[in-house]
């Protein structure tokens, strides 16, 4: 099985590849190659359980994406996007990347006489406005960004193209992945893993918002062992639906906080400052964080038992040494 994650470059593109190797199945067939395929030239994987190619690839150009999904491609996952407040900030590149691109690889599926599975990720961002909570399956997609817009039109060409048999096409809305490593990014969400990440790590941060806040997280490995899972429900099991909610925890700020605590002790809590931040304020105060994901919970995807497995997680898999 040759797979080809697209925005293999990115945070999760690389835990994703890690993953599948270490597995070396998917849906019980012997992965034979992976292709980590991204703007920014991938970091390399080596690993002598499967082969890992690295491309570049910009889906904003067809010509592009048909150099890393071929007729060889058995399973896409395609992850690229620039995020929610890079795409609020540049309409055009959001536009270009999050609608076009996805456009693109979708119709680079149409022309190829097989039909690859193709996992897309959604986001949160999809639901907002005057919308009832909670937030269940059958709410009205009602985003309040451009990110989340092109996010929603995503996952109904997802679910048209699979319709009408030109992949086997299955869309997860995301919940907010912390802890994060490395660097702040432009997703407006930053900051709910920096609060933790720059104290576990020694270092200051910012809280832009208040203490009883509540959003909907999951950690980076369930997170990835429900991309995969994504790829191994059956078709049938989909039904005419192929978007899930990828299940999370709400928790508070402070819950988030007692939990590092927990694990770390009281020292890391201290370095965070509350710095109200207005821009940011405004953005996630309109998020949804009232959410039910029964029917995934029921396809067998999983949110973590408590919020102290993702500081743990964290600790273990991504705080730099020393
Ligand atoms: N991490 C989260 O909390 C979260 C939450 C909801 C949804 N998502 C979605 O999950 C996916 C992966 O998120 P992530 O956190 O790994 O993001 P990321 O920014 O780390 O990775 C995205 C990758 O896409 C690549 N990319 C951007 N433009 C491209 C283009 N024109 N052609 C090819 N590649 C391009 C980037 O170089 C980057 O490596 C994204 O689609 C994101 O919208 C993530």
Redesign the pocket.
């Known amino acids: 099985m040759n797979i080809t994650i697209?925005?293999?470059?990115?945070?999760?593109?690389q835990k994703l590849a890690r993953a599948l190797v270490a597995r070396g199945t998917l849906d019980g067939r012997q992965i034979s190659c992976i292709t980590l395929?991204?703007?920014?030239d991938?970091a390399g994987i080596t690993d002598a359980r499967v082969p890992i190619k690295t491309a570049r690839?910009?889906?904003?150009d067809p010509a592009?994406v048909a150099q890393v999904v071929t007729g060889e491609t058995d399973v896409i996952y395609?992850?690229?996007?620039?995020?929610s407040s890079h795409a609020e900030e540049e309409f055009e590149e959001g536009m270009?990347?999050?609608l076009h691109?996805t456009l693109n690889i979708l119709e680079r599926c149409r022309e190829l006489d097989s039909v690859p599975l193709l996992v897309f990720?959604?986001?949160?961002?999809v639901y907002g406005g005057e919308v009832p909570d909670p937030i269940t399956e059958v709410s009205l997609l009602n985003p309040q960004s451009s990110?989340g817009t092109q996010?929603a039109i995503g996952e109904l060409l997802v679910n048209d193209y699979a319709r009408k048999g030109y992949i086997d096409g299955r869309g997860v809305?995301?919940?907010?992945?912390?802890i994060?490593p490395g660097k702040p990014?432009r997703?407006a969400?930053s900051f709910m893993s920096s609060i933790l990440r720059e104290p576990l790590n020694g270092q200051m941060a910012n809280c832009p918002v208040d203490e009883d806040f509540q959003h909907y997280y999951l950690s980076?490995r369930k997170?990835v062992e429900n991309l995969i899972r994504v790829a191994e429900i059956s078709a049938g099991d989909l039904g005419g639906n192929r978007i899930l909610q990828m299940p999370g925890r709400t928790l508070s700020i402070r819950q988030m906080i007692d939990a590092m605590t927990a694990v770390a002790g009281s020292e890391p809590a201290r370095l965070i400052t509350w710095q109200p931040e207005e821009a940011v304020r405004q953005i996630v105060g309109g998020w949804r964080f009232d959410i039910n994901a029964d029917r995934a919970l029921a396809l067998g995807l999983e949110a973590d038992g408590s919020f102290e497995e993702n500081v743990r997680a964290y600790i273990e898999d991504d705080r730099p040494a020393g």
């Open positions: 697209i925005g293999g470059g990115g945070f999760l593109g395929a991204d703007v920014n991938p690839c910009d889906i904003t592009s395609h992850l690229a996007a620039v995020v270009q990347i999050n691109g990720t959604s986001s949160l961002a990110y996010k809305r995301l919940p907010t992945i912390s994060r990014n997703a969400s980076p997170c």
